[in-house]
Nanobody, 124 residues
Framework: VQLQASGGGLVQAGGCRRL?????????????LAWFRQAPGKGREFAAA????????YYSDSVKGRFTISRDNAKNTVYLQMNTLKPEDTADYYC??????????????????WGQGTQVTVSS
């Protein structure tokens, strides 16, 4: 599946931003979809995932309670609503798709398809 992320930009601390990721190609409904992020000089880390079918969600501790992942299967789109943004949320954000089991949802090596990054900068 091909993924196209958008929605990044500059936002003040405490503000909000919504990222979108449109999928094309194979069936969107059979995938676990996730957002990862990579801060300057750091490795890529898991942020949030959503399961096909049940739409169960899972978050890293660093974003839990502030970010919400959702999907619209009719539009082949996954979203990341980011609220109460902090300067440490500054990163390139990547959407990803996995056809492996939900148990692997937080593992970067479980994801086969990646979108290009969209940059989010949070100013203090």
């Amino acid at each position: 599946v091909q993924l196209q992320a958008s929605g990044g930009g500059l936002v003040q601390a405490g503000g909000c931003r919504r990222l979108s990721c449109i999928a094309s190609g194979r069936s969107f409904n059979i995938y676990t979809l996730a957002w990862f992020r990579q801060a300057p000089g750091k490795g890529r880390e898991f942020a949030a995932a959503i399961r096909y079918g049940t739409s169960a969600t899972y978050y890293s501790d660093s974003v839990k309670g502030r970010f919400t992942i959702s999907r619209d299967n009719a539009k082949n789109t996954v979203y990341l609503q980011m609220n109460t943004l902090k300067p440490e949320d500054t990163a390139d954000y990547y959407c990803a798709a996995s056809s492996r089991g939900w148990i692997y949802r937080g593992r970067i090596d479980a994801y086969d398809d990646w979108g290009q990054g969209t940059q989010v900068t949070v100013s203090s």
